[in-house]
């Protein structure tokens, strides 16, 4: 396994925020979030202070490079809040080599001097959360916006002058067409964002998603998840992005640097109720309570559920499967025993090879989970 090295000790360079409100829960999102409780906002802002000065007063030094506010809504946050919370958790944990800072941005939620804060916080990259441009798919999703609401958000964002602006988009979802699909795709190219973001909807337990698909009501369309993704591909290439990763296009350099750290396998520090944080070797997340969260900061550390160690095979499990998303591929180095393996996928057309490199072809991407299991299954780990 020569050249897998995990990160032995040193700084980390990448932080998650996670901002648990939401103003309407989404009937297919897993991640951790609520409706907001009165005054709660504030003192959520508070707490994660609190536990900024906790990490930075910690035994893990921190050189960040990329910060990302995710939910949740971190948007629903007021201007008064993002006001006080931005430049005082810059100031904290120091975010003078921050290159990247992103935040997650609902079209209900932002308004021109919430941009403002955030833009002269430092805040250099924005996530509009789109997932459609059609009326009946947004209501499928539960989205309360409206296209016109979208789009003169990311015309906001634009005029903040956020150096890069990414659209997150959703595919195969329960009543869309292809035809429907490839409509927002065009509207979005028209745009013209700096990045795009187009993921296959999932079933995820705990969704009410999951359980209409346990009941029978939604179903996983194999034909219609590959139409989607092959249509994709195809629009968002000739409209100037590079497939740089399964689920992410960009315009030249202008990939997201925060995710590239998670492929990549380096540290990463997380805050806020739900939050998971991979330092050195171990794993957890803070407890998925944001009133207990709040009170185990003001009593001491923030409360941790689910520790795991990352052993070395668990470290070249989720490498393997990261990794081979992406355009860079997997070095063959990783692979000395799977030698075979990566013969007979060669010959099934589903990767490539050069002399240091492997990486999917266009047909192994649509079948990238099943490439990465296949790999593993074949390694003398």
């Known amino acids: 396994m020569e050249g897998l090295n995990q990160p032995a000790g040193g700084a980390v360079r990448h932080l998650y925020v996670h901002v648990p409100y939401c103003h309407k829960i989404c009937p297919y999102c897993a991640f951790y979030k609520h409706l907001p409780s009165e005054g709660g906002l504030a003192t959520y802002a508070d707490a994660l202070l609190a536990e900024a000065r906790q990490l930075k007063a910690g035994p893990v030094p921190l050189d960040l490079e990329t910060v990302y506010f995710g939910g949740g809504t971190p948007t629903l946050l007021s201007t008064r ?19 990247e800072w992103t935040m997650e941005v609902n079209p209900r939620t932002i308004t021109a001097e919430k941009a403002e804060v955030m833009r002269q916080a430092g805040v250099s990259r924005v996530s509009l959360g789109v997932q459609a441009w059609d009326v009946p798919t947004l209501a499928t999703l539960g989205r309360d ?23 997150d988009l959703m595919f195969s979802v329960p ?7 490839e409509a927002t795709l065009d509207r979005t190219i028209s745009l013209q964002p700096d990045h795009v ?8 337990e705990d969704t009410d998603f999951f359980q209409r698909c346990e009941a029978g009501e939604y179903a996983v369309e194999e034909d219609r998840d590959e139409r989607c993704f092959a249509a994709a591909i195809a629009r968002l290439n000739a409209g100037g992005f590079q497939h740089y990763e399964i689920s992410n296009y960009s315009r030249p350099g202008m990939e997201s640097r925060h995710n590239q750290g998670y492929w990549s396998g380096d540290d990463y520090a997380g805050l806020g109720p739900g939050a998971v944080s991979t330092i050195h070797g171990r794993r957890w997340k803070n ?4 009133t207990l969260w709040q009170q185990g900061v003001r009593s001491g550390p923030a409360l941790r559920i689910e520790h795991e160690e990352i052993t070395p095979g ?14 860079h591929g997997l070095p063959l180095a990783w692979l000395d025993s799977a030698t075979d ?6 010959t099934e057309g589903l990767v490539e090879t050069d002399v240091e490199r492997l990486r999917l072809t266009y047909r192994g991407r649509f079948v990238a989970d099943g490439v990465a299991a296949h790999l593993w299954e074949a390694l003398d780990v």
């Open 341 to 346: 393996a990566i013969d007979r996928l060669r």
């Open 175 to 181: 009543g869309q067409t292809v035809e429907r699909w």
């Open 287 to 290: 407890i998925e309570n944001t």
């Open 81 to 99: 809040v993002l006001a006080n919370l931005l430049p005082e958790l810059a100031r904290t944990l120091d975010f003078q080599r921050v290159g």
């Open 197 to 204: 973001s187009a993921y296959n909807l999932t079933y995820e």
């Open 145 to 167: 916006h409206a296209p016109e609401e979208a789009e003169h958000a990311f015309t906001l964002l634009r005029a903040a002058g956020f150096p890069v602006v990414n659209i």
């Open 314 to 327: 668990k470290w070249l499990c989720e490498r393997l499967a990261l990794s081979l998303r992406t355009t």
